[in-house]
């Protein structure tokens, strides 16, 4: 009997220190029967190339315009031919056996369950990783995740994740309008398209963290924007689902990160945030995160005036 195909999909974009590396992850991996593509994402610099040495070892190379993260996720999986799907950004790393084991632990629970593992961030060295989040680190029902996520921050990378290809087809494609939490957007309909998560501890993955223009960093006027609009889909989802007073104050807390994470630009969308949380009930009353200095600041001059304190430090 043939072993599940897995889809391991890597977009690229001007990835050249670290896309050789993970791709080295990728055909690391002991599960027996795996497809490698990457999407080339009109990078300028060498990623392309050094992606095109490991062509004669079975990775795809699928070159296009530079679209942005979610138009190459959405390339790789128009032709991605697994039964599971494993996204994989171009500087995370997969340790050896992450598939096995989360094909594994899928075995022993319902159909259309998604396997999460444990992760942990590095900047240079992957033995150096550090696994935080560990709140995150056990199954869940869909929603009970979602809740989670929206009311503390915790959260799963994107390459945690391995997703039955049946489960990816009724979420449906990445949101191509979106560039900053594209991924918690999509995650969001894959687990409301599941019916739930296997955690498996046997598994590991790693993420690249506090690199220099890293999307995640982005803090200009579009991120903002694709943070809120995310914020606002998932609000969506997730009422559709489960119309309640913990789904509300969730999503209400993540309007209010948004406002402790942008203030005090995007002034339009700070007053939009604040109403939001109203109409949804209030949320938890969350703290701004902050240094002891700064919030010994805050506790004098009020939080808001030391966010403006840092902005003119900035320009």
């Not at 009311?151 to 997703?163: E, F, N, Q, R």
Request: some cysteine.
């Amino acid at each position: 009997m043939t072993e599940p195909c897995v889809s391991i999909l890597i977009p690229c974009h001007n990835a050249e220190p670290w896309i050789a590396a993970t791709i080295e992850s990728a055909l690391a991996q002991t599960w027996p029967n795996t497809e490698i593509i990457v999407v080339d994402d009109g990078s300028t610099d060498d990623s392309a190339a050094i992606a095109s040495r490991s062509i004669d070892r079975g990775v795809r190379v699928v070159m296009q315009s530079n679209r942005g993260a979610s138009a190459a996720r959405n390339a790789a999986l128009a032709q991605a031919r697994g039964d599971f799907i494993q996204f994989l950004d171009a500087d995370d790393l997969l340790s050896p056996t992450k598939i096995a084991a989360q094909i594994s632990s899928l075995a022993n629970h319902p159909a259309n369950s998604v396997a999460s593992c444990a992760w942990g961030r590095f900047a240079g060295d992957p033995a150096q990783a550090r696994f935080i989040d560990a709140a995150v680190f056990r199954d869940f029902s869909p929603m009970d995740f979602l809740v989670l996520a929206g009311t503390t921050g915790a959260m799963m990378h994107p390459a945690a994740w391995l997703v039955p290809r049946t489960v990816a087809d009724r979420a449906g494609r990445w949101n191509e309008s979106l560039s900053l939490n594209d991924d918690g957007e999509y995650f969001c309909r894959v687990l409301l398209a599941s019916t739930g998560i296997a955690f498996c501890d046997e598994a590991r993955t790693y993420y690249r963290s506090a690199q220099t223009g890293s999307l995640s960093q982005r803090r200009h006027e579009a991120a903002r924007r694709s943070q809120f609009k995310s914020i606002e889909l998932c609000e969506q989802h997730m009422l559709a689902a489960e119309n309640s007073a913990r789904t509300r104050r969730a999503v209400a807390n993540q309007y209010q990160r948004f406002i402790y994470d942008f203030f005090p630009r995007s002034p339009e969308l700070i007053r939009k945030a604040a109403n939001r949380i109203a109409r949804l009930g209030g949320s938890s009353q969350l703290k701004p995160a902050m240094g002891p200095r700064t919030a010994a600041l805050a506790r004098w001059l009020g939080w808001k005036n030391v966010w403006r304190l840092k902005q003119l430090a900035h320009r």
